[in-house]
């Protein structure tokens, strides 16, 4: 799995999964820190979320554009250092909601500018990596393993988010309750009901607050819920330091990736090579088939980063607040990663040729087996569950998943029976449409979120956490057949001239996507049914599964 690919490949790897890290520890908490600062509802928390994700996503088209003219390495040193102000500017506690809303804006604006500058680059970079002839064949595999490196730092995430803000919410002796946030608002801008009253004066009165002080009390929560926050969003610059460090020290290990069309072609006009040129209508053909991808994924994105924002949501309001028996194992995160170390132990076990070698593997899968063992047992009998931890599910599956899929994928093309990258995105639209099903069928006899407003928002019918894990866990299934491979297929298929444009293209596709994650936050509150508004994302997802098999024959064409 991991042999024989060029170096480089790690390196860039590894500076992308110090940046991932903290923009998705930035990212679990971020929804939460709207409504817990400034008192937003789902709607107008979900503008800003998806408005913030949408260019977050569109800005590596111009990051390309740039690119494709000054150079893939000086855009992805320039974006970490602009991240680096923005995660900077977000970190900063400012007392004064007016103001805290513009510097939260403009740590927005960076944050996204610099992302822009940096994802996609660093992207095209690897794809330069397989494109000697030597890796060729290697490509698909590489950006799994890249895409799996990007999984690390996001599985660490929200954990870090979490013991960081606990951490300073405790220094104010207050611990977080889901439920007080949004009563707190309504408290000091006079819209609570007397429901939502009496709950508020029994909340405050379990964090040792005085009925009398209620008002104090409410102040208080939201002041030191948010400036800890403010402090897990600080987590993100300490990333980017380490990111910047590992890009500049392995530096030399992909110099030689670091080139555009324009450099590639003068570097073979001088040492008298020749490049077989695409005609007009080959070039043509290939973007009119990368552009009608780019139209499938719009989908998968709107549905997938849901994750982040109504499927926190139903984490907070739906799902119970602790987790006992077998399902405290994966709300522990030094247990899941005894558990990936496991996966790769036995991988590296049935892989390896030599006797050293399997002694080695055997050896770290028993002792990992052993450490998960221990740590389950001990474990106290009830582990309590925040919204954001299970963010950590999808990046953990992705880690666990990505050896059985390059596998499985190696198997087949040995056989000459492996499916094309456009019909893997097809079967992923059509597992990420299963993925809400399940959602969906957890959700079918719950109150809407309409119903839940006059006593915080919070349900009495609680469900399982297991629900939303088993969510995240097919829509991993999904992102494995989708995400990776879509970058490669882009990647391969993409115009020597403008592979920095097209890999720009696939974020300007999944930055609507993004964007569009807005949808179902405006119709949450709007009366609809809960397993009704997961079907909308049913729907979506089984509609483009049907328009891209509709046109697999012109994309396998082009992919040839």
Known sequence: MFKNHPKGLYALALANTGERFGYYTMLAIFVLFLQAKFGFNEDQAGNIYGLFLGFVYFMPFIGGLLADKFGFGKMVTLGIVIMFAGYLLLAVPVQDSSIALWVMYASLAFISIGTGLFKGNLQVMVGNLYDAPEHKDKRDNAFSIF??????????????????????????GLFYNAQIPSLAHQYLNGSITPEGTEKLTQLASAQGASAGDLGAFAAHYIESLSGAYNYGFGVACISLIVSMIIYLTLKGTFKHADYNARQLAKQRADAGE?????????????????????????????????????????????????????????FDIFNLVLLVIAVYGGFSLFQSKKLRGKIISGSVLGLSIAGIIAGYLGLPESLSIEPQIFQQFNPFFVIVLTPVSIVLFSSLAKANKEPSTPRKIGWGMIIAALGFVVLAWASYHLASPAELKSVGGVSDTLVSPNW??????????????LSPMGISFVSKVAPPKYKGLMMGGWFVATAIGNYLTKV?????????????????????????????????????????
């Open 147 to 172: 895409y799996m490196a990007i999984n690390i730092g996001a599985m660490f995430a929200p954990s870090a988010a979490t013991k960081v803000t606990n951490y300073f919410l405790a220094k104010g």
């Open 274 to 330: 020749t490049q077989e040129e695409l005609t007009p209508a080959e070039s043509r053909s290939r973007i009119i088939a990368l552009v009608l991808v780019f139209f499938v994924v719009i989908f998968f994105w709107m549905a997938f980063h849901q994750n982040g924002l109504t499927m926190t949501f139903f984490a907070r309001d739906y799902t119970t607040n602790s987790a006992e028996g077998f399902s405290r194992f994966g």
């Open 468 to 481: 939303l894990i088993s969510t995240y866990l097919v829509l991993t299934f999904a992102e494995l057949l």
């Open 520 to 560: 179902i936050s405006k119709i949450w509150g709007t009366g609809m049914e809960l397993w009704m508004i997961w079907s909308v994302l049913i729907a979506l997802c089984l509609l483009s599964a049907l328009f891209i098999f509709s046109i697999m024959k012109r994309l396998e064409k082009v992919a040839k």
